[in-house]
Structures are given as C-alpha cells and as structure tokens.
C-alpha cells in the first residue's frame, strides 16, 4: 500500500538540506514583524549580511529580428473593441482610433508597425491621448491587453519632442522618465518594450534589477540614461549612492501600481516621491497603470496623482479576461498532487504555469513532477537570478512546459503560448487570482485556467469567486455557490486589500463621467452625485 509522504514533513526535510528565507514570497518574518529584503542584500548594503552578488545578466539581443520579436495576436482580438469604457474626470480627451491620429513622429511609427501592432487596443485609445495631452492617469484593463505600449509610446512621444538631457559618462545621470514595477522578471520585460520602441531614436533605456551585480547596474547607468526602469529596492539603492539624479524627472510610470502602492512597496514608493530634487506631482505627471484597482488602493493613488487625474476603466475593474476558461476543482490538500499528474498528463507538452503558495512547495512541487517524468523548472524568490532567467528561458522555448511558480510570477509576465494555468493553492486574495489567471488568454489569444479549491482553507475565496466566474461569462459549480452562501465575507472582497470589485473611481467629487464603447465612441456627459518576493 503506497503510503504518502505529508508535505510539512516534506518541507521540514527540504529547508533542513537547503535552507530557505521564509514562506512567504515577500516577506521575510524577524523581530515579530515584517521586515522587507533589501535589493542589495548579500552585502552591497543593506542590514542582511551574505555573499556578494556577481551575477552579470546577458545583454540583450541588438539585431533586429531578435529587438521586434512580438506576441502574435488570437483569434478574440477584434473583440476587444465591444469591451465598455469608462472614464471619470474632468475634460477628458477623445479617443483614438487608429495610430496615426496620435501624430507621434516618423520613427515611432515605423517601430509600431515593426513590432506588430496595427490596431490599438481598448486602453490604448483612450490612454495614448490623455498621456499626450500632459495629465496623470489612473488606468485599469484586462491582462494582456496592451498596457505596456499605452504609457511609453506617448512618453516617447513627448521626449522626442521636447528633446533629451542626459549625456553619456555623465557620473550623475538625471533621467526624464522612471518606471517602476514590483518584479525582475517583469522590469525587465517592460524595458524591453521601451528598447523596441526607442529603436533608432536617441533616447536610451536602462533597466537595473537586483539580483545582479551593483556595479553593472551603475556602468549601464553612466552610459547615459533617459528612461530609467527599475525594481524599488535596486532604485533606492542607485539614489543613496547618488548615481541618480531626479530633478529632470517629467514621467512616474508605476506598473502593477496596485501592489507598488499596498503595504509590501508602498512605504518606498512614498519614500521615492519624497526624495531630495524629485519634483512635486504638480511638476510631474503620473501614470499609474494595472489590471486590479482595490478601493483602499485608489485612495492612496491620490497622495501621487494630481487632484484632477484620469480615471480609465476598461470592462470590469479587478475581472478577470474572458478569453481564458475558469475551471475551478474541489480537491482537497492530500490529493492535489494526484490530480496535477492526472491533469498534466492529459494536456501533455502544452506549456503550463503552475501556481503555488510557498517557496518551498514550488520546488517540492517541481522535483515531485520531475520524478513523474515530467519535464518542469521552477522560479520563486529564493532563486538566484541567473536560475530564475535560466527557468523562464527553458519554459519560453519549450525544454520545460511546465513552469512552477510562487507569486513573483503572477503579474505582467507575457510569455507566448501559455496554454494553461493551474493553481494548485489558491491565493489569498482575489486581485492576485485575476492576475495569476492572466498569464494565458492574452492578446486576443484564449486559454484555460484550473484552480483546486480546498474547502479546509480556501471557503473565503468562494465569494469573490463566484463573482469573477459570473462577470466573465463562466459557469460557476453549484458547490462552490453553496459554500459562498454559507460562507459570509465583510466588504465581499476576499482580500485583506480591500474589494477588488471596485466603483470606477473612488473620489468623492468628480462632476463627469464618460461611458464609451469602444467601437461606437457614442458618449454622454453627466454631473456625477457620488459626492498592493523578495523586496526587489
């Protein structure tokens, strides 16, 4: 009789030979509170001690093909344009259709139609404009559905108009944009996109991550740096030693500005705004961009936002993509394992994102499958960077379909031709489901999503759940619907963030609001009553 092996005892056994920081991809636990991981730790500074790091990443690909590699768009693409939006504020401006009605100069349009992109997305019509016409911006769309080109093609815009400062060799570089995202993986993908766009123009983009040797991040810096784009801690890092000036600074960009504003990044971020020669919001423009806006969220953004800032809400604010089929599979902790095999071996080598919890169940998990003959790598926070980029390449090109993951994965990441994913535990919270879920049906490309939900630990899910099922269009078992009836959750959230299902905009004294679709562009104007990994 096979007699199994329980994963605490499992755990124990795996942390005694490997060691591990903590459970929790964020935090690590000491003096009985959290206490947030420097970026430099491992002695370039910071209050944790250990080896230095030396890790040197590959510089990117310079030829062409490789810079303009893009995402082929799915079959849902046009359906893109019958997704309602809103947006609150005061005199908005219009929409756009098409490209070229944004008049952004020669090169850029020549990069735009390099990479791939004919046809604007939903909250590229409606950002792309308000970016151009200087005012800050609080939007929110499904993942996958262009964000990323939303914010830097009008910032590029503007920079190619009113010209550049930095120079290089220059020993203190005093960047006009700085973007800043909570994950390595993720930065680095967004200064990818701002490499490919900026091609040819002479405006040059750095990304510094930690993870990587400090001094490489400072020689890429002093070779001259417009658009800065960083992780919090490697940026703070970069400023203390006085490498980074922020006086020039026009454009804050906060990617998954959700997270970057709850407590894991928001004290840092409230230290960034505070620096010495970072100018005010009112000297500044802002841009604030995710696929989840809890309320407590949106009322924080105000401390960085200008008080007459854009609202856009693409569908559902905090819903999940319909392009991606939700399963969601009563299965209970000790059966888990069997049913993923089980679930694996029908898909076969379909790359698939498997999400869980901890740290060391991610390793667990992905050791457990390899012995099941099925080729898996793994990526979480305790990784050293080069195995963390050495997990993505092999997941990217197939040598290992199946990806295992804790939250550091969850937001932003868009790797092409991710068919599946199946979160083995559920997360705590919602907002993080939405985006773990986003990692497929990107791009007009559909996919499928399991989740195992164990009634022991995950009935304070079963609320919110039921409401992102519903929203898109998805059926709902009837057991879950029962444990969400019986099952009562203050502010219907499932989040200790707040509800993700929030009002298009949280401001108590807004006279406008627009709703638009965005095939038609009919809009009515009318007086308004209503008067959140290792610290990277």
């Known amino acids: 009789?096979?007699?199994?092996?329980?994963?605490?005892?499992?755990?124990?056994?795996?942390?005694?030979?490997?060691?591990?920081?903590?459970?929790?991809?964020?935090?690590?636990?000491?003096?009985?509170?959290?206490?947030?991981?420097?970026?430099?730790?491992?002695?370039?500074?910071?209050?944790?001690q250990g080896p230095k790091v030396t890790y040197i990443p590959p510089p990117p690909p310079e030829d062409e093909d490789s810079i303009f590699a893009h995402y082929q768009t799915g079959i849902n693409f046009d359906k893109y344009d019958t997704i309602l939006v809103e947006v609150?504020?005061?005199?908005?401006?219009?929409?756009?259709?098409?490209?070229?009605?944004?008049?952004?100069?020669?090169?850029?349009?020549?990069?735009?139609?390099k990479a791939g992109y004919t046809k604007l997305t939903p909250v590229q019509k409606y950002s792309i404009p308000i970016?151009?016409?200087?005012?800050?911006?609080?939007?929110?769309?499904?993942?996958g559905s262009g964000k990323t080109a939303a914010f830097l093609l009008p910032i590029l815009a503007h920079m190619m108009r009113d010209g550049i400062t930095a120079s290089r060799f220059k020993e203190l570089q005093e960047p006009e944009c700085i973007i800043v995202a909570p994950t390595?993986?993720?930065?680095?993908?967004?200064?990818?996109?701002?490499?490919?766009?900026?091609?040819?123009?002479?405006?040059?983009?750095?990304v510094i991550y930690g993870g990587t040797q400090l001094g490489h991040s400072i020689r890429q810096i002093v070779q001259g740096c417009n658009i800065l784009c960083a992780t919090p801690g490697r940026l703070m890092d970069i400023i203390g030693k006085e490498k980074i000036g922020l006086k020039q600074v026009k454009y804050l960009v906060l990617d998954e500005a959700d997270r970057m504003l709850d407590m894991g990044f928001g004290p840092e971020m409230k230290k960034l705004i505070s620096c010495p020669g970072m100018p005010s919001k009112e000297q500044r423009q802002t841009l604030l961009f995710s696929a989840t806006f809890p309320e407590e969220i949106q009322r924080l953004a105000g401390e960085f936002l200008k008080s007459?800032?854009?609202?856009?809400?693409?569908?559902?604010?905090?819903?999940?993509?319909?392009d991606v089929q939700q399963t969601i599979l009563q299965v209970g902790q000790y059966s888990k394992r069997e049913k993923l095999v089980e679930i694996l071996r029908n898909i076969g080598d379909e790359r698939t994102m498997v999400f869980v919890e901890t740290k060391k169940k991610a390793d667990f998990i992905a050791t457990f499958l390899c012995q099941e003959k099925i080729s898996t790598t793994s990526i979480h926070g305790d990784r050293e960077q080069r195995e963390r980029e050495q997990a993505l390449g092999d997941f990217r090109c197939g040598k290992c379909p199946v990806l295992v993951a804790t939250s550091v994965a969850a937001r932003g990441l868009d790797i092409e031709n991710v068919q599946h994913v199946i979160n083995f535990d559920l997360p705590s919270a919602i907002d993080e489901y939405v985006h773990r879920i986003g990692r497929t049906g990107r791009c007009g490309n559909t996919g499928r999503a399991i989740s195992f939900f164990d009634p022991e630990s995950?009935?304070?899910?079963?609320?919110?759940?039921?409401?992102?099922?519903?929203?898109?269009?998805?059926?709902?078992?009837?057991w879950l619907e029962e444990i969400a009836f019986s099952t009562y959750v203050p502010g219907f959230s499932g989040s200790t963030r707040g509800n993700v299902f929030a009002s298009v905009d949280t401001r108590k004294n807004y006279?406008?609001?627009?709703?638009?679709?965005?095939?038609?562009?009919?809009?009515?104007?009318?007086?308004?009553?209503?008067?959140?990994e290792s610290w990277d």
């Open 458 to 478: 995950d009935n304070h899910l079963a609320q919110p759940l039921v409401k992102v099922l519903s929203d898109a269009q998805q059926d709902v078992p009837a």
């Open 308 to 322: 007459n800032y854009l609202f856009v809400a693409v569908g559902q604010v905090g819903g999940a993509c319909r």
């Open 131 to 143: 970016i151009l016409a200087g005012r800050d911006l609080m939007a929110c769309a499904q993942t």
């Open 1 to 48: 009789m096979h007699i199994p092996l329980y994963l605490d005892q499992l755990s124990l056994l795996i942390s005694l030979i490997g060691g591990y920081k903590g459970l929790n991809e964020e935090v690590i636990t000491g003096s009985g509170k959290n206490s947030w991981k420097s970026e430099a730790e491992g002695g370039e500074s910071g209050d944790i």
């Open 511 to 532: 006279q406008g609001k627009s709703t638009l679709n965005t095939a038609g562009f009919s809009s009515s104007q009318s007086p308004n009553p209503v008067d959140d």
């Open 184 to 206: 390595r993986e993720l930065i680095n993908q967004i200064y990818l996109e701002a490499r490919k766009f900026s091609f040819g123009t002479c405006v040059r983009a750095v």
């Open 88 to 113: 609150s504020g005061h005199d908005a401006p219009p929409a756009i259709l098409t490209f070229e009605e944004a008049n952004l100069c020669q090169t850029l349009n020549n990069n735009i139609a």
